[in-house]
């Protein structure tokens, strides 16, 4: 009798078993108990084999090809599939999916690096730098390509047996995968077909099939353009593997790629709800083409016409205009005393994120004005802040057209006339260095507001209409501080941009005012919530880590004619650039999450407009003098009075000697000293005209020449007087 329960035990466990196994198998959503899969395969991630066990790592489902023994990876390069898998892949072309509608269910967050380094694995690979960790679309390797940092996954060995794998940690509908080859300056390698097999265990494998059998996905044909792949249909479970068929005969097995796939929900999953990020801001989360903007922009108005107005400050090359929105307590007028600040976004028209950031921001600063939030009222009341979502609108429509993901690196980052707006101002470090460095030059360049070379101002100089129109906008408004933000990396970075020595291309090139520059990028980074945070793995080749997510431009890569530099040296503006996300055109369900990871610095970064010294400098008439140089002891750069005689001079905490001078008047130097709280010193000024100025305004007034006219003229006049008589 014992016996015979026992028995009847082992059968009934042995039944579970062979039920469970059952459930394993990937098979279409809707013929999935979710929970219970989850729930029997949890366990899989953390057992491994024990020593002596057989372990086939690209072990299928039985009734399939069967595991592969290791006698068949001696495959010679350069494999090509069987007749059966070309025409098979023929058949797939329908479903294949280049630059077309946008799938259903959004990336698992490879570029974007939701998915950890830890989630990817690979068959074999070439060495570290060519690892699965590099596996994801859109790296770049960038001009070293070396060990640890490479342009994609690249197998070990050359045969149909190697495979690239995600593991999402949870049960999802996989729906689609983008490929992109490998991205390097010297080589070419890519993947021309492959198939996909997705298991519940990393141990049991089923390849996607259709009517056919086995589907052959065809795959890229270059190695930067992105194709997608859309499974014949959505399969539910936690891994999924890419195993590439052929590839570039004279290249290798090298792959970048993006899973498209929605997690399926799980409330007992506490490590998921952990990680999930929401916002409570009611905004409008979605990505705009043009038109959608400009209407954005007039809602935004609509809501707050008491502190915003709508304008345009020139046209694209196609003829679009270039929108900005006002936001201050009396727009449309320069308040004497109160700074401006600027962010622009989307210079690189492909550069998406900074330009949905902005529409966030203008939409977010019009509900928290209306709802009484103290510190943005304030904000508004004493700055004129000036917001301009789309610098190169026609780039972004290529982009927009394309969609996300599928844009590749570099698709719509020039004007239409293939022009990087951001590197297109005039140099003016050359000029400024030069001189510094000949100082028997009798040619001297001022250490501020130094003229834009005439070369640079025909109309056969190869300068973009966008660019000229922004120097135009820079020139009229006295602008304080501002931002660019862009795209493609996650860091702030501060001028020069250039390096000084012709013989280098990475050296730090500070600024007079460097320890300003890196406060105001530290800002920004610091209170972002991922640039500071050294757990976070580099986007691609570059870890800021070290200087707290913050960059010397010209320590990163020189660039001569950047939009900070020229900022810098031509205008009292100090301009940085914000790299905003590893992802330069997410998907729309990554705005929330991007927003709450940039929506604290944005604010921050402009509360500093309000750190330093300002005032106004007058005459003994209370009348306030234009164009006044207003120097700072021990920095070798100045800045000017504005039309008004008002100035704003950025300064970190300390004392500090100020002087004044203007043509004509007497030169005045006071200190001030610059606090930790918030707020700048005021520090103004009362000149009076030297005795020189007032002797030539007494005989201007009555008619007569001043002292100083030549003795020729007073020779000319004398034989005048002479024949009158």
Known sequence: MPGARSGLCLALCALGLALLGDVSRAVPMDDQDYYLQEI??????????????????????????????????????????????????????????ILETPPDCPPLGLETLKITDFQLHASTAKRYGLGAHRGRLNIQAGVNENDFYDGAWCAGRNDPYQWIEVDARRLTKFTGVITQGRNSLWSSNWVTSYRVLVSNDSHAWTVVRNESGDVIFEGNSEKETPVLNMLPVPLVARYIRINPRSWFQEGSICMRLEILGCPLPDP???????????????????????????????????????????????????GLKLY???????????????????????????????????????QFMCQEYLAGNPRIVHLIQDTRIHLLPSVNPDGYDKAYKAGSELG????????QDGIDINNNFPDLNSLLWESEDQK?????????????????????????????????????????????????????????????????????????????????????????????????????????????????????????????????????????SIYVGCDKYPHESELPEEWENNRESLIVFMEQVHRGIKGIVKDVHGKGIPNAVISVEGVNHDIRT???????????????VVGVKAEGYTAATKTCEVGYDMGATQCDFTISKTNLARIKEIMRKFGKQPLSVSARRLRQRARHWQRRR
């Open 40 to 97: 029997t395969n949890r366990d899989h991630y953390y057992s491994f084999p024990y020593p002596g066990e057989e372990f086939f790592p690209f072990t299928e489902q039985p009734g399939e090809e069967g595991p592969i023994r290791a006698a068949e990876t001696e495959q010679r390069p350069g494999f090509k599939p069987s007749r059966k898998e070309l025409k098979q892949k023929k058949n797939n072309k329908k479903g294949k999916n």
């Open 268 to 318: 007992n999953n506490y490590y998921h709800r952990r990680n999930e990020m929401t916002t409570t801001d009611n905004l409008d989360f979605k990505h705009h083409n043009y038109k959608e903007m400009r209407q954005l922009m007039k809602t935004v108005n609509k809501m707050c016409p008491n502190i915003t107005r709508i304008y345009n400050i020139g046209k694209s090359n196609q």
């Open 408 to 415: 590749g690196w570099s698709l719509g980052r020039w004007t």
């Open 642 to 656: 504005g039309a008004d005689g008002d100035y704003w001079r950025l300064l970190n905490p300390g004392e500090y």
């Open 324 to 362: 900005a929105v006002e936001i201050s307590d009396n727009p449309g007028e320069h308040e004497v005393g109160e700074p401006e600040f600027h962010y622009i976004a989307g210079a690189h028209g492909n550069e998406v994120l900074g330009r949905e950031l902005i529409l966030l921001l203008m």
């Open 440 to 576: 028997k030059s009798k040619r001297k360049v001022p250490n501020h507001h130094i003229p834009i070379p005439d070369w640079y101002l025909s109309e056969n100089a190869t300068v973009a209409v966008e660019t000229r129109a922004i120097i135009a906008w820079m020139e009229k408004i006295p602008f304080v501080l501002g931002g660019n933000l862009q795209g493609g990396e996650l860091v702030v970075a501060y001028p020069y941009d250039m390096v000084r020595s012709m013989w280098k291309t990475q050296d730090y090139t500070p600024t007079p005012d460097d320890h300003v520059f890196r406060w105001l990028a530290y800002s920004y980074a610091s209170t972002h919530r991922l640039m500071t945070d050294a757990r976070r793995r580099a986007c691609h080749t570059e870890d800021f880590q070290k200087e707290d997510g913050t960059v010397n431009g010209a320590s990163w890569h020189t660039v001569a004619g950047s939009i900070n530099d020229f900022s810098y040296l031509h205008t009292n503006c100090f301009e940085l």
